[in-house]
């Protein structure tokens, strides 16, 4: 079955999760924006398990920023509601050690 779905908007924005799921035609295709989605049918064709290796580290790198945006916004609200010296705060010691082997695991 085919579903459109036609837009307004210059550049509409969607989640990786999506994009990944669906194939966008932008009517203000350049020449290598067009070459890339070309090359996207072709491999799906020919090697579909690298087109499911490429969606899945697309979804896997949405996720990891994910994960990362978090981890600075704890950072964030830690730096931000320490007293004191952050050396001898515990729950800022927890959190900045749980961010390093986090990013660690994502480089």
Do not use: W
């Amino acid at each position: 079955f085919n579903f459109y779905l036609t837009t307004k908007l210059r550049n509409p924005h969607y989640l990786p999760e999506i994009a990944v799921k669906v194939t966008l035609l932008n009517f203000m295709i350049t020449v290598v924006g067009l070459q890339d989605q070309l090359l996207n049918i072709v491999v799906q064709c020919e090697r579909p398990e690298l087109a499911e290796d490429k969606a899945r580290l697309v979804v896997e790198g949405a996720e990891n920023k994910a994960a990362l945006e978090e981890t600075e916004n704890k950072i964030l609200h830690v730096l931000q509601t320490s007293q004191g010296n952050i050396l001898e705060d515990e729950t800022a010691i927890n959190v900045l050690s749980s961010s390093k082997a986090l990013s660690n695991k994502i480089a």
